[in-house]
């Protein structure tokens, strides 16, 4: 499979993306992926949490949107201490979320309508309850079953404390000690005990978990924390980052993450891959350097890795520039396209970091043109084709592991994983048949349903719907072209081959539009774009 596209003169690279559709054997290059969190899509069983049934009930509705690929989160067998990423049979779908034939059925009706399945593996780690760590538990320090975890003896008299002071992205430390005295690690929850990637069990054992779904079917993978996997050798104290650290701060030289050895093991995923033609891998990585995320996506590794820099960036023509510009270079250096996202299940959505309200609105709005416009892959996370914000929830009614294991301090990440709303008046709007839902739905996104925006022509579900057309018919859309325009101050301007041209205002005032054909405005066409003024807040596709 080729690693990148083929050469074209249009390019500004040389090299043009592949007209997005099904045959293209690197289809992902320039794909619209729709992740889906399969707990929060819909629900078929009425049992308030949602299913593949659903998801395949939805598929018209995907189709309609008109994204590419879907990208479905965890729906492995689980006892969900991590809502899926803890997974204790990663060949089988959890009964909560239907059977193994829910499954294929859903990849034959999404393949019918062109749309690509791609799957989550999680190889950092698996749930405690997986055979494997049962055993290792009931298996002697120093034995084979162990190896496959990371257990260490302790420090410290009698070995009471632990092995070193890393502490677990959900809080409190990163270890956990079993009766016999021994320590295992878990980088997330104690119910997520790290794998141990230098023993060879681990190794056979993933590529037999890729075999398996992708002769199911599948067209690719997203890779669960795939700066993860391997640790530093001796497990060395970290230096600890101050309270209150930015996440870029908090990354930077953690030992924890982006060890040189993890391209050993995404050499390894790509081998698998390639016997399997046109399917991919997109990695998690959650790396501060764009050099070093760039390493993931050499051409005998992953695909695709997610570009989070659109996430971590704030709101601002010259943010925006400079995420866009750094990523889209050190990427070219590999020869690999950029993956944009604005939101996804971990993070606030990207209408409540802007602001929230109709400054927010309008700034998701603006910011889903520009990141549709970009070259590259773009992920888009289920209910930002609603302008969803996140919800606030009641304390009562929080799950993720964050909240308790923070002692309370951090909320963590349920606010941005609410149902989605199909249809109705009032919760639970069409997302389930049960009065009370996994997390409890908002009594104001009424006006937020698929149904009452698929007949608003000036809706977010409208914007994005026409925006994901204009993507697959304009010419100068389907090549990787990339270039900066000048743009006034507080604003950003790009053209992507002779005629398109995509212009944002992030500033305080109207500025006039560079000349051309608007093709599409993020504004509501109340706020028409007939007087040439390009008004804050907005993001305009122009035909030069
Ligand atoms: C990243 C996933 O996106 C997140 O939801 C999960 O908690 C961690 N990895 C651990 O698997």
Known sequence: MPKSVSPSPTGADGSPAAPNGATAPDWWASAVFYQVYPRSF??????????????RSRLDYLQLL????????????????????????PRDVDPVFGTLADFDALVRDAHERNI???????????????????????????????ERFIFREGKGEDGAQPPNN????????????????????????PEQ??????????????????RFWLERGVDGFRIDVAHGMAKPAGLPDLDLPPEGASLTDQIEGDLRWDQDGVHEIHRGFRKVLDAFPGTMAIGEAWVPDDERLALYVRPDELHLTFNFELVTARWGATEFRSAITSSMAALAKVGAPCSWVLSNHDVDRHVTRYGGGSVGAARGRAAALLQLALPGAAYIYQGDELGLENVDLPDWALQDPTWKRSGHTERGRDGERVPIPWDGASPPYGFSSAATTWLPMPADWGPHTVESQLGDADSVLSLYRLALELRRSEPDLRTRAFGWQGAPEGCLAFRRGPQFVCAANFGAEPVA???????????????????????PNTTVWLRA
Do not use: C
Not at 42 to 55: H, I, K, Q, R, S
Not at 124 to 145: I, R, T
């Open 513 to 535: 539009m560079p000349p051309g054909e608007v093709l599409l405005s993020s504004a509501h066409s109340a706020s028409s774009v007939a007087d040439g003024m390009l008004a």
């Open 66 to 89: 008109g994204v590419d690929a879907l990208w479905l989160s965890p729906f492995f067998r689980s006892p969900m201490a991590d809502h899926g990423y803890d997974v204790s049979d």
């Open 116 to 146: 690509k399945i791609t799957v989550d593996v999680v190889p950092n780690h698996f749930s405690d309850q997986h055979p494997w760590f049962q055993d290792a538990l009931s298996a002697a320090p120093g034995s084979a079953e162990r």
């Open 193 to 210: 005990p790290d794998l141990n990637w230098d023993n060879t069990e681990v190794i056979v054992e993933f590529a037999d978990i890729f």
């Open 166 to 189: 890393w502490p677990s992205v959900f809080g409190g430390p990163a270890w956990t000690r079993v009766p016999d005295g021994q320590w295992y690690l878990h980088l997330f929850a």
């Open 42 to 55: 819909a629900d078929t069983d009425g049992n308030g949490v949602g299913d593949l049934e659903g998801v």
